[in-house]
């Protein structure tokens, strides 16, 4: 195993931990955008095609609009709390 | 042992060169500024409850909200990975995509896309673009996952010299 997928697998794994141990669900949606980007570089770094690097691109993309859809949701419902 | 330390060097000297690229970049297109979207408001408030920089806590929320200039780094790194200088142009178009998609008008994915594409293949025969990967993932983790009250101290402190919110 390269010594870049090992450095990129043990943030990916810290980030999991912090958003299991954080409170805050806002907070939470940073480190889910920094396991997005782990996710997404370990992809490219073990599907090593050009589909690869299409596979990457699309899961983050998808995953930032979701996680655009979950921050509006939490802005809207603050309201009614 | 030689080798390990060699890589870990231009892990690190490619992290910086991506973080000084996605920062100024999207600072200069006025992310710290406002929020592009409802979301971005939302999370720059809760950076700034816990003690931080309200227009650092704006660039975060707007980082996670649509792909910025950090997306399109680290995009443009990997397809300049595995496809080499092309790849870099497919990305801006998709990035482009993404921006349009999540009702951003800033063009700061572009660009940083362009840009990195740029310097990766100046940079081609020292550091190989799989290092641009992994130094990504460490930049955006200096700014999302470290600690947040500090980072956004840092991003509104950048902000504030480039005269880009308050």
Redesign the interface.
């Known amino acids: 195993m390269d010594?870049?997928e090992i450095?990129?697998g043990a943030?990916a794994l810290?980030?999991t931990l912090?958003i299991f141990l954080e409170r805050?669900r806002?907070?939470k949606?940073?480190?889910?955008?920094?396991l997005s980007?782990?996710i997404?570089?370990l992809i490219?770094?073990y599907v090593?095609?050009?589909m690869?690097?299409i596979t990457?691109?699309?899961y983050?993309?998808t995953s930032?609009?979701s996680?655009?859809a979950?921050?509006?949701t939490?802005?809207?419902t603050?309201h009614i709390e | 042992m030689d080798e390990?330390v060699v890589?870990?060097l231009k892990?690190l000297v490619a992290g910086a060169i991506c973080w000084i690229n996605f920062v100024i970049i999207d600072t200069y297109f006025g992310l710290p500024e406002q929020p592009g979207?409802?979301?971005?408001?939302?999370?720059g408030e809760?950076?700034k409850d816990?003690g931080g920089n309200l227009h650092g806590g704006y660039f975060?929320?707007n980082?996670?909200?649509?792909?910025d200039a950090?997306?399109g780094t680290?995009?443009a790194s990997?397809?300049n990975?595995?496809?080499g200088v092309e790849?870099g142009l497919i990305?801006a178009l998709?990035?482009w995509?993404?921006n349009r998609?999540?009702a951003d008008p800033g063009y700061a994915g572009t660009i940083g896309a362009l840009t990195i594409t740029a310097i990766i293949s100046l940079l081609k025969p020292i550091i190989e673009p799989?290092?641009f990967?992994?130094g990504?993932?460490?930049a955006?983790?200096t700014i999302?996952?470290l600690d947040?009250k500090h980072a956004s101290l840092l991003l509104g402190k950048i902000a504030k010299k480039m005269n880009r919110g308050e």
Do not use: D, W
Request: charged share 10%; proline share 2%.
């Open positions: 010594i870049l450095v990129i943030v810290l980030m912090r805050s806002a907070r949606l940073l480190y889910l955008c920094c980007f782990c997404s570089a490219a770094l090593k095609s050009p690869g690097g990457a691109i699309v983050f993309i930032t609009l996680s655009n979950i921050a509006y939490i802005e809207q603050k | 390990i890589s870990i892990m979207v409802l979301g971005a408001k939302m999370i809760k950076v816990i975060m929320g980082i996670v909200c649509s792909p950090s997306a680290l995009l990997i397809m990975y595995l496809m790849g990305t998709l990035v995509i993404g998609l999540c799989k290092y990967v992994a990504m993932v460490l955006i983790f999302q996952g947040h």
